[in-house]
């Protein structure tokens, strides 16, 4: 039998995913049973874990409160969108949540000071840490 890896517990609510299966799509996702928080699905059990697992990982902090996001997704316009915790700011939608990933990262990243330009510009009302 295959050894699968281990799945992280839900970043939103500490309980352990379960492995959900599509039979007719022949897709696999991991979602908790709590607060319903998952991941995208995938064709394999390995994929799905991986999936899950990137999206529960520490990402970068919020560069206005040092707030950590929360991936959100947008049933209307059937995207995705990290949103900070702490100050409720927000990055772009985006059709994938690896982009809404990429996305949260480039707009926080400490020390690039054109990105802390370009942050400050976007939400000139909100308190920004220096650099």
Same mark, same amino acid.
């Given at each position: 039998?295959?050894? /699968?890896?281990?799945?992280?517990?839900? !970043?939103?609510? *500490?309980?352990?995913?379960?492995?959900?299966?599509?039979?007719?799509? *022949?897709?696999?996702? /991991?979602?908790?049973?709590?607060?319903?928080?998952? =991941?995208?699905?995938?064709?394999?059990?390995? *994929? =799905?874990?991986?999936?899950?697992?990137?999206?529960?990982?520490?990402?970068?902090?919020?560069?206005?409160? !040092?707030?950590?996001p929360?991936?959100?997704? !947008?049933? /209307?316009?059937?995207?995705?969108?990290?949103?900070?915790?702490?100050? *409720?700011?927000r990055?772009?939608? !985006?059709h994938?949540?690896?982009?809404?990933?990429?996305?949260?990262?480039?707009?926080?990243?400490?020390?690039?000071?054109?990105?802390?330009?370009?942050?400050?510009?976007?939400?000139?009302?909100?308190?920004?840490?220096?650099?």
């Open positions: 039998m295959e050894q /699968l890896p281990k799945a992280v517990p839900c !970043s939103e609510c *500490g309980t352990e995913p379960e492995m959900r299966h599509d039979e007719k799509r *022949g897709l696999f996702m /991991l979602a908790c049973p709590n607060c319903k928080y998952h =991941a995208d699905p995938f064709y394999t059990k390995r *994929g =799905a874990i991986f999936r899950w697992n990137k999206i529960n990982e520490v990402h970068r902090e919020c560069l206005g409160c !040092s707030g950590q929360k991936l959100r997704y !947008s049933k /209307l316009r059937d995207m995705w969108l990290f949103q900070c915790r702490g100050c *409720g700011w990055e772009h939608l !985006s994938t949540v690896q982009g809404a990933m990429t996305g949260w990262h480039r707009a926080n990243e400490k020390g690039n000071c054109h990105t802390h330009m370009l942050w400050h510009e976007r939400y000139k009302g909100m308190v920004t840490k220096p650099l």
